[in-house]
């Protein structure tokens, strides 16, 4: 069974600063990555898919096979990025999403 | 289009009452699914539904049901809630399975179960 992992549960940065979010896998076949975010008290909204290859709010993420890891990474953080953001996995079989613990970013001033 | 929308927004049960969850999608959307969202352990799927007057288990379907009469309807029941069940439920969308394709969630229901 497929499995996502995101190591850190909180993470502070100061504003400006590069932050990363760490994302592993562990799935046999080859999936679909995404990430997601929930600001405070709102409901989940995509930010980005590996498929897409794309930037959103200055945001990247890579799919790495060899080392199973979907990294989400931002140069310079902003406050409006504070939130809580969610990795997920698809198989290429289902539509069904496997997500991780989720990680509580907070960007301070 | 309001998109996925969910009643109610928050709820108070003691245990051992019922009570059920209605989600409505007016995207025309096959695949919905129920998560509950619990702090540390992410977003687990509970049940889901690949179409009209079809469900299907998820991770952690104990002490749940759901119903697809509608496509623009899932319901999810507690027939007999726990404080275990205490959470905050999501109920999202999609329209299928295409590749790149996403879910779109709803805004929650926070249930509390004492």
């Known amino acids: 069974a497929q499995r996502v992992t995101q190591p850190e549960k909180l993470l502070s940065v100061f504003k400006g600063a590069p932050v990363e979010l760490k994302c592993n896998y562990s799935?046999?076949?080859?999936?679909?990555l995404f990430w997601y975010v929930q600001y405070s008290r709102q409901r989940l909204q995509l930010l980005l898919r590996h498929i897409s290859r794309e930037s959103i709010k200055g945001f990247t993420a890579d799919l790495n096979k060899g080392e199973t890891s979907f990294h989400l990474k931002k140069p310079f953080a902003q406050e409006e990025d504070s939130a809580m953001y969610y990795c997920a996995l698809r198989t290429t079989s289902g539509s069904r999403l496997t997500f991780g613990e989720g990680t509580q970013l907070t960007v301070n001033p | 289009n309001a998109g996925v929308t969910q009643t109610p927004k928050f709820r108070v049960l003691k245990t051992g009452q019922s009570m059920t969850l209605l989600c409505a999608q007016d995207m025309n959307h096959e695949y919905m699914y129920w998560y509950r969202q619990d702090p540390g352990m992410g977003l687990r799927l509970i049940h889901y539904s690949v179409g009209e007057g079809t469900t299907a288990k998820g991770e952690v379907p104990d002490g749940y049901n759901v119903s697809r009469l509608k496509k623009q309807n899932f319901l999810l029941g507690l027939e007999s809630a726990a404080p275990s069940q205490t959470s905050v439920y999501f109920c999202?969308?999609?329209?299928?399975?295409?590749?790149?394709?996403?879910?779109?969630f709803g805004p929650g229901t926070r249930l509390l179960v004492l």
């Open positions: 799935y046999s076949g080859s999936p679909e």
């Open positions: 999202a969308s999609s329209s299928g399975k295409a590749a790149g394709e996403t879910q779109y």
